[in-house]
């Protein structure tokens, strides 16, 4: 298990927010990165379990999958154009910083 956070963002968030954590320092895939496109939300959060990565998201099929008990790393769900990018960016910044992997394992938390 890795000693900071290290996220993965579905297909459907915006790149720049990957990119802007990127610069921050952080650990950051994304669907397109890790060769998912198109892949069903089981494999991605498969993959961001398997991978120790908190899945960001926007789609709320993964809200469903945590309510049936699917083993996660832990998944940050923000409502889809309810937060403005930059917000969204420093939310998870925040998260980063005072969030440990083992912390996450399995919750949700809701930007």
Known sequence: MPERLQFHLDEN????????LRRAGINVTTSQSANLLAQSDNVQLDFAKTNSRVLITHDDDFLILNSQGIEHAGIVYVQKDAKPIGYIIR???LLYEVATP?????RVEYL
Do not use: C, K, N, T
């Open 13 to 20: 968030v915006d790149p720049d927010i990957a990119l802007a």
């Open 91 to 93: 939310m998870l910044i």
């Open 102 to 106: 083992e912390e996450l394992i399995g």
